[in-house]
Structures are given as structure tokens and as C-alpha cells.
């Protein structure tokens, strides 16, 4: 079956926004793909006439539409599952990831990243993007090559009704800006539904990042992501309440913590991972916290979202 396509249009996206209340822009059963077109920049993120960089069409159109002046994130959704309720938990396939432009852009400017204190001005570069090679050349340093490793930086689902409209920038318990690097093409990510349908939507493309994303920005670019959307009831069979987004890539299983606390976030991703060892083998909690201490990595996904982010991952084969 042809997955369902979802064009980034100035109908089919929202800026910086999410709610329970967004209607869908698209509907799927349970077990399909969706294709969604997903865009990034606005304002001096987007390189200028001369600057020998295509910028899509869909970017244009988004932008002009823009009349509120709204910033943040350009994400692509809502898609209902159909069959999804409030306690399952959305298993997200990402099935292929493709390159969507020849550049992308990183930035930094007073009061946000990691360093505010040392770097008080604003600086943006545009960085040219090989989209057949999959790398990007840095203007800096002679020209720094680096390869490419693409993954979207905000999936997500509806929040809670409760929250009301919240910012893209935060990730929660309903995943969002997880700026997860290990979140690549052929990977799983759950996350836990609020509301029926769950509400999946997709956005902030990066080209590639490092744990941290210190300075605000990856290399932001314009990404098309395939997803096959499956409902787990019930959160799956050992995980019957699924509280925080979890993920499997071809190597590892992933937990995650968040916190504006940094301290608070590995100790969420921490509780997280010795319940799942502990749902999963014979190892007591107690067994599986000085496993954790022995044989799980524990890793900074981001400091620059207000919410920190902290992910344990743990290496298939070792003992599941």
C-alpha cells in the first residue's frame, strides 16, 4: 500500500504550536504510513537572493501566509490514527528520511543556547547541503566537510487537553522537540496518546547534530519523513501505562528524561530505563540500577530547549 503524502502547505502546518484542538490535516488507519513534507526557516534563517541556495516553494508559502508573525518550529500535522485512545501508546516507525533542499542553516543569539553569557550577539550561517553525497561543507575552517545523518528533531503528539496550546520548543511527555540525534531512518519511537487519534505530527528537520545541540541550532534543514503509525492498546503488554517517549534503533533501546533540570532529566531517564530492564528479565530494580551503572550509557540530548534532555541507551544483545 502507498503511504499517505501530506504536502507542507500553509493549511497542512503549524508554527511553533501544539493543541489538543488542532484539527487533523489528514487521517490514516492504524498500521499505514504517511509521507510528510516538512519545511525549515523563517526570517534570516532563509539565505537570500545571490546566495546560489534553492529555497522551497512550500518555505515561501508558509512564510507569506505568516501574517501573525508566529516563530518556532514549522511542523507538518496533525495525522489521526484512527483506533488510537487516550492510554495506548503510538509506535512510530520512521521508515525513510529524505533530503529536502541544498542547505540549511545554525544560529545562535542573546539569552538562548548553552552560553548566553559568552556569546551575546546573534550570528546565523547558511551552510550549503550535498544532497547526493549527504554532507554539508561548513563555511568555516577552510570549508570543514561533515556527513550527514538526518533525523527530525520534533515528533510528536497532541499534549494532554488539559495543557491547552503549548510551545514546539519544550519536549514533554508527549515527545515534541526530543532533538534526539539517535532518531534516524530505520529506528521506533513510542509515545503515549492523550487524546483520540493521537494527533501525529513532525517537523524541525536536522541534517546533523552533536549530543547537546549547545547553541540552539543543529543544521536545520528541509526534511520528507515516512512513517508507518501503528496503536499499541494499552501502552503494549509490559508497558501498560507508557508515561514518557521511548525508542529502539537497529543497535540499542533508548529511554528519556526532561527536565529544566539537567540533574532531574537523567534521573527521569534513569527510572525509566530500570523499569524497562526490570518489565523485561528477571532483574529486580535493584539489580537492574547497578546494571544501569555497569553497562547503560547515559548521554546529554540537549541543554538549549528549556527543558534539558537526557537519553540512557542500552545495547541490544547484552541482555535482551
Known amino acids: 500500500m502507498m503511504p499517505h503524502f501530506v504536502p507542507a502547505t500553509p493549511q497542512t502546518t503549524r508554527i511553533g504550536q501544539f493543541d489538543a ?3 487533523p490535516v489528514a487521517s490514516i488507519a492504524a498500521g499505514e504510513s504517511v509521507t510528510l513534507q516538512c519545511v525549515s526557516g523563517l526570517g534570516d534563517a532563509v539565505p537570500g537572493e545571490g546566495s546560489g541556495m534553492t529555497v522551497p516553494q512550500a518555505l515561501r508559502d508558509i512564510a507569506a501566509a505568516n501574517t501573525a508573525g508566529l516563530v ?3 511542523i507538518t500535522g496533525p495525522v489521526e490514527v484512527r483506533g488510537a485512545e487516550p492510554g495506548d501508546a503510538l509506535r512510530v516507525e520512521i521508515e525513510r528520511i529524505e533530503l529536502g ?3 540549511g542553516f545554525c544560529g545562535f543569539r542573546p539569552l538562548m543556547g548553552t ?3 559568552d556569546f551575546p550577539f546573534r550570528r546565523m550561517l547558511h551552510i550549503p547541503v550535498d544532497q547526493a553525497a549527504k554532507t554539508c561543507t561548513l563555511p568555516m575552517g577552510g570549508g570543514i566537510k561533515l556527513d550527514l545523518a538526518p533525523f527530525f528533531g520534533v515528533m510528536g503528539v497532541a499534549p494532554p487537553p488539559e495543557w491547552g496550546r503549548i510551545s514546539t520548543k519544550e519536549p514533554r511527555a508527549h515527545g515534541g522537540n526530543l532533538d534526539n540525534k539517535e532518531l534516524v531512518e530505520g529506528t521506533t519511537l513510542w509515545l503515549p496518546v492523550h487524546v483520540p ?3 501525529f505530527s513532525a517537523g524541525d528537520g536536522h541534517g546533523v547534530q552533536g549530543d547537546g545541540e549547545v547553541c540552539i541550532n543543529a543544521l536545520e534543514t528541509s526534511l520528507t519523513g515516512t512513517f508507518g503509525l ?3 492498546k494499552g501502552g503494549g503488554a509490559r508497558d501498560p501505562i507508557l508515561r514518557f517517549p521511548r525508542a529502539e534503533t537497529p543497535t540499542h533501546f533508548i529511554t528519556m528524561g526532561m527536565n529544566e533540570d539537567l540533574d532531574l532529566a537523567m534521573k527521569q531517564a534513569l527510572r525509566e530505563m ?3 530492564i526490570a518489565a523485561r528479565t528477571n532483574l529486580s530494580p535493584a539489580d537492574a540500577y547497578q546494571f544501569c551503572s555497569l553497562a547503560v550509557d547515559f548521554r546529554v540530548t540537549q541543554t538549549v530547549n528549556g527543558e534539558k534532555g537526557v537519553h540512557g541507551m542500552l ?5 535482551l
Open 274 to 276: 530500570i523499569g524497562f
Open 101 to 103: 533542499t541544498d542547505w
Open 230 to 232: 501503528h496503536v499499541e
Open 197 to 199: 487519534g493521537a494527533m
Open 115 to 117: 552560553l548566553p553569557e
Open 21 to 23: 484542538a488542532f484539527p
Open 315 to 319: 545495547r541490544k544483545g547484552v541482555i
Open 72 to 74: 518556532g518550529h514549522i
